[in-house]
């Protein structure tokens, strides 16, 4: 019973943790155009433009919007910004690689699932060629040489593929912008982490180690998105729908 309930536990942190993750690498892969999904504004984007994210919770979210601003500012860049001062780029690349090799199964799972079997096997092919001729994942062979570009298909994209909606829009610390549904493809996400039935030091680890190195590969993203906007809080909601609905619709 006692193991029961600390797995029980131990999952719900690690969707927290994995939702974490992804909040403040949203900006620059909306947009920045990297290898996370497509640029905000290209055609697909274009014909949901004219939606909105469902806000019924907005005094409450504004507020923790600038809670998790402070966070960045005052907790998370300076990490970042000593982690980058320690490690030289090359290296944090190798990282990066090695990070998204290992999350394979949530992409080969997922592009199965939504019915492209075209991109579970580019998915499968990049993680052989990458795990054997590119040293474990630390490079990406299968893009350079051989032009298999990165796939990006998670379970919250499987859900939207299935017709499940936003429903409503979050912003709570720590956790940052995302939408119901994707609270629900966060779980399937982590339980599909082959390092979710290891050690969790290891899995948490991880969790800390991607966030950090993303984030030192991105600094002054986020400040500039800021600089850029008239009402950052509207900008960045919008700018995940957008983001979430174009990645659905690929």
């Not at 620059?28 to 905000?40: C, I, K, V």
């Not at 002054?220 to 009402?231: H, I, M, N, Q, W």
Request: net charge positive; with cysteine.
């Amino acid at each position: 019973m006692r193991t029961g309930r600390s797995k029980g536990l131990f999952c719900l942190v690690a969707v927290v943790l994995c939702i974490n993750l992804s909040t403040w690498g949203l900006v620059s892969s909306a947009f920045a155009g990297t290898d996370q999904g497509p640029r905000l504004y290209d055609a697909e984007a274009t014909e949901i433009s004219s939606e909105t994210m469902p806000d019924p919770l907005l005094p409450m979210n504004r507020f923790f919007f600038q809670v998790n601003d402070k966070l960045y500012f005052y907790a998370l860049k300076p990490v970042a910004k000593g982690y980058k001062a320690v490690l030289p780029e090359r290296v944090r690349l190798c990282v990066k690689n090695f990070l998204y090799n290992l999350e394979m199964p949530i992409r080969l799972v997922n592009s199965i699932l939504q019915g492209k079997p075209g991109k579970a096997g580019i998915v499968l092919g990049r993680f052989i060629m990458n795990t054997t001729i590119g040293v474990a994942g630390l490079f990406d062979p299968a893009a350079s040489k051989f032009g298999l570009e990165k796939v990006d298909e998670d379970t919250g994209q499987t859900l939207g593929v299935y017709g499940v909606k936003e429903v409503f829009y979050l912003n709570v610390p720590v956790l940052g912008p995302l939408c119901f549904r994707d609270v629900l493809g966060y779980v399937g996400d982590t339980v599909l982490h082959p390092l979710f039935y290891a050690n969790s030091w290891i899995f948490f680890g991880e969790v800390a180690l991607k966030k950090v190195n993303t984030t030192s590969l991105t600094l002054g993203e986020y400040e500039e998105f800021k600089a850029a906007s008239l009402d950052p809080y509207t900008a960045l909601k919008d700018a995940y729908f957008q983001h979430r609905r174009a990645l659905i619709a690929q």
